[in-house]
């Protein structure tokens, strides 16, 4: 089976998983966590070098205020909790998106927590948090709007790894594969620039229920899949055969 080198999940249905047995929306997310806790378990296993997780989108700020205190408190815990397992198992934290809206107290224990692990190198956790993939373009268009302005770089040299250097992203791959659950089909402002050329999968099962079995469908779909970056199926064999040299 084919391992994605870096595999991005939108974690979606914690809310429907709830609503469906009559429960608060909270205690979806709740057992969502539990899912979260297990697929970077089997993700490690597997020899998946970076697990990316959407886990607050900049869109999410508009919730409901309990509902967005609440996933703020999850994702306290999560750190807390987890912490010293995630260091003791070799893996190195990261987190993406506008780190500075998170409340005080989450974003010093989330610095705390990369600070601690940012030596480990079995697999890279990276949380997407209040993420959106416009608004880190956004971000990155200003630094470099900043250097032309600086008289730092010229607008005509900019390059396509100047734009990728400036994004939150920056020192991990492109997403091999993106996994969506809950049956939505959609990218919803997520990793637009990185995921150029990733695998898309969706599937059915909502969150709280993702499992191993899910987990390894997908892998084995994405096993299937022929990945051509733009060329031709004859050009891809020479490739390959040359070393495996990617062109776009
Ligand atoms: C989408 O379900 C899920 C979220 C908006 C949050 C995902 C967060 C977690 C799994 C918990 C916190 C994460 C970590 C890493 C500790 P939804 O509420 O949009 O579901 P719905 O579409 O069924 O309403």
Redesign the pocket.
Known sequence: MQIPQHLAII???????A?QRHLP?IL??RK??E??QAIVGECLELGIGCLT?????SE?WGRPQEEVEA?MG??GT?LKKELSQINDRGIRLMAVGELHRLPKSISKILKESIKKTSGNDRMVLN?ALSYGSRNELTRAMQVLGREIADGRMQAEQITEADIEAALDTHGIPDPDLLIRT?G?MRISNFLLWQMAYSELYFTEA??PDFSREHLLQALEEYSRRQRRFGLTAAQLRDTNANGGEKSH
């Open positions: 974690m979606d249905g914690n809310g429907r998983w609503e929306r979806g997310h969502g966590v899912t979260v997780l959407y886990a607050f989108s999410n996933l999850l994702l999560f949380l809950s939505e909502l969150w």
